[in-house]
Structures are given as structure tokens and as C-alpha cells.
């Protein structure tokens, strides 16, 4: 029985996903997003050419592939027409090869609008939002008055987004009476609202498919499946860093529902992680660095986030958190990324263990939010040395390979890739 591999995040997100789908998809018939939305970033960067994905699946360079946007994943037509249009610009076709689930639900603009009021209202307990619309979006999923991508082909399409609409200025009217004043991607609601419409005809040029169907019946004839996931393990709605998470399930369990694929089916699943450690908004990082040294991994790693531009926090490798991220996703195949921004460190860190009112665990802690978690590091020394992406993993400095035999040793997984620079070729295979 074909089965379905799985990539996903084991950080905080902002791992390198993108890439290493589109070093994937040549392997794969179809590649399919599992959920998320344009709060996610993958960036793709080949024949000095660079993209940012937000919602199209990262195999779209390869004309051959079949990309599926799944039900899991949240639509804004605003965001999806400005990715087909910079792809189009840029040379890359857009047409058959991207399907979308019918299932798949929309963020609206008035989700825009509630996102960010409900931020603004949080004062210092922000979370940090990206601002996109996504918690309001899938809110109004769960809560079960969403309006999902095969409403389009009904007659009371207006009909059902006036009534949402109409019910989020009620809410939007508690928290912020001059709503109209608000700007989205720098427009006044008004102008933003008539050009999501104008978005909206792209979207439903695209071909619209029971994604579930369509997934399983391909991997009946033996077709091979990619799923891809977004943002990262540690921010998954029930397993991260809770409240300061995202509001989908990031990790394998998440693809299942998300594309309508069985537990049965999954095959592979790829976890991708940082040399180090980044993270984007509020929340727990234990080994955030707020010194010179974190300062370099930002300017070295150009750790800026690819959707808000935002600078990243950073800090060394977490190791009890990439062992948690492992164990929820049954990852069996590692892909270290960013190894090259360490190269001109003369001293590496991995945190080993936390050290929790003066007891060592290597577990996460449920309220990991409210305590004071202090790392216990394992010092490394560096290659202070440049990377040779020539394919040959014999030919790293034995610095590097020592950091990485130590990674492997402790979560009993072979890092099978890694990456050392942004372009596609600069990708070495084990």
C-alpha cells in the first residue's frame, strides 16, 4: 500500500520547510499543504531567484507536480492572488497544477479586522499574532459559521458572507467603534474588502476538488504523496507553548485531518529543524540569547520573518524540545538546516536538559509559560570555517560532523540532510 510521507517543523517554526519540499518534490507526484495559512512563509530561493509561499504548496517550481491546497489550510483570495501573480512575474505557471479543497475555508476580511483588535485589547499579553486573520478564521471554523471554498459554487455565497460580516462588526464595534479606520496591508477596510472580491475571481478560476477523495484515490494507483505542514511543532494548538501558539495542529496527527489521509497511510515522516533555535512573537524560549551572540545568529542567519519582517529571537539548540517534537510526530528521518550560520562561531551550545527550581528533567513542562526554565548546556567547539555544498558529507569539518553525531546519537535518528546556504543546491544528502 502507497503511503503518504509527511514534512513538517520541530521548532517554532521558520525551519527551512520550503526549501526542502522543492529539494523533495522531484520524488513525489503531489504535493499537498495540510494546514496553517498566510501566517506561514517557506522561502524557496534558486537561479538567484527568491519566492515566499504563503498558502501555495512549496512544489509549484516543478510544472510536472500536483500541488493540493488541503481542508485543513485557511484561504485568504487577497493573499493567494499576490503569490499567483509574483509567481507568474517570476516565470512560474500557475494553472492545473494547483487544486484546491472545497473544504478549505476562507478568511475574510472582517477576520483581518478582529485579529487585530483582539491583539490590540491583550495590551503586554500580546501573542504575538502575524495579524492575518488566522485565530478568527478558524474561530469561526470550529464554532461552525465558517465559510469554506465550495460555497462559492452555491447561489448564497453573498448571502452567508454578509451575515458574517454583518455579526464580526458587532463584535469589531465592542472593541473598536472607528473599524473603518483600521488599515490591512496598508488599505482603509473599504478599499481592502473591494479588492479581496477582485481576489476572489482568481480563486475561482482554480479548480475546486474533494481533496480527501482526490488524495486517496491517487495513492491507490501509487501515486506518491508530500504532505506539507506550516509554522512548527512548538506551536502546535495543543502541544506547544499554550496560549502562545498557533491555532492549527502543526504536528503528523494534523496531516491526517487535514488532508483526509488515514494514520494508516502515513509513510515517512521528515522532521526539519535549525542549527540553532528561532522564534517569532511572544512566548517561552528557554534558550533565547539576548546577548552579542544571539545578535550574530540574527544578522548571519538574516532571521527576519518572512510574512511580518519581524526580527527573530535566537538562541541555541533546544534538545529536550526537538526530543518532544519528535516523539508527538513519530519522526524517523532528520534535516538539519542553517548549519552555515554557525560557521563562524569558535563555541557551540545544545541545551541538554532544564533545570526546573533546582531539578534536572528532560521533559517539556505543561506550564512551561509561568515557570522559570533554565537550561543545561553541552559546550561544542566550532569549525570557524566555510561550507563546501559539493554533496559530500565526508568532506564536512569534523566539528560540524561531531555536532551532528551527537544530535543523532541522543534522539536515535540519522539526520539526513544538511543544509548549508539558501539555494536549493547548497543541500547536502546522507
Known sequence: MTKADVLLGLQWGDEGKGKIVDVLTPKYNIIARFQGGPNAGHTIEFDNKKFILHTIPSGIFNKNKINVIGNGVIIDPYVIKKEIDRLVEGGIEVGDNLLVSRKSHLILPTHRLLDAVYEKAKGDKKIGSTLK????AYTDKISRNGIRVGDMEKTGFDSAYNTSRERHIKTLIMYEKDFNSLLIDGMPFPDYEKAWFEALEI???LKRIDSEYFLNKALDKNRTVLAEGAQGTLLDIDFGSYPFVTSSNTITAGMCTGLG???????????????????VGSGPFPTELFDDVG???????NEYGSTTG???RCGWLDLPALKYAVMLSGVNEL????????????????????????????EVPFDEV????????????????ALDPDGNYDNLPVELKDYISFIEDQLNIPVKIVSVGPDREQTIRR
Open 335 to 362: 534535516m538539519m538546516m542553517k548549519a552555515d550560520v554557525l560557521n563562524p562561531f569558535e563555541e557551540l551550545k545544545i541545551a541538554v536538559k532544564y533545570n526546573i527550581n533546582g531539578k534536572l528533567t528532560e
Open 295 to 301: 545578535q550574530r545568529l540574527r544578522d548571519i542567519g
Open 261 to 279: 489521509i488515514a494514520p494508516a497511510r502515513v509513510g515517512k515522516v521528515f522532521g526539519i529543524f535549525k542549527a540553532y533555535c528561532t522564534r
Open 203 to 205: 480563486l475561482r478560476g
Open 133 to 136: 486573520g488566522i485565530g478568527p
Open 310 to 312: 519581524r526580527p527573530r
Open 370 to 385: 509561568n515557570i522559570n526554565v533554565q537550561p543545561v548546556y553541552k559546550t561544542f567547539k566550532g569549525w570557524q570555517s
